[in-house]
């Protein structure tokens, strides 16, 4: 069984940068061929993907979001990771991290459970 768990603070400020880790279990992330995604949804929107990195350690991106975003991994942790930068209050929502197999944008098999990120002064 997969699991993956979001991991990160709770309250970054205006202008900051937003960190977040996936930590996965129960498989590997360079496992052909499968995408490792992080997902948002801000309060009473919809869910936005933000981004993917696939098995073999490529990125891909949502256009609106590549100039602040970086997904990167530590295979040795079996972890990947989120950089936003530049954030503002619109930025707040709960983050997901996510699996999905053969697109980097797809249907997803896996989900963390989510952690609520809040951008405010």
């Known amino acids: 069984q997969v699991q993956l768990q979001e991991s990160g603070p709770g309250l970054v400020k205006p202008s900051q940068t937003l960190s977040l880790t996936c930590t996965v279990s129960?498989?590997?992330?360079?496992?052909?061929?499968?995408?490792w995604s992080w997902i948002r949804q801000p309060p009473g929107k919809g869910l936005e993907w933000m981004g993917a990195i696939a098995y073999e350690g490529s990125n891909y991106y949502s256009p609106s979001l590549k100039s602040r975003t970086s997904i990167s991994r530590d295979t040795s942790k079996n972890q990947f990771s989120l950089q936003l930068s530049s954030v503002t209050p619109e930025d707040t929502a709960v983050y997901y991290c996510?699996?999905?197999?053969?697109?980097?944008?797809?249907?997803?098999?896996?989900w963390g459970q989510g952690t609520q990120v809040t951008v405010s002064s």
């Open positions: 129960g498989g590997s992330i360079t496992t052909s061929y499968y995408y």
């Open positions: 996510a699996r999905s197999v053969g697109l980097p944008k797809g249907e997803y098999d896996y």
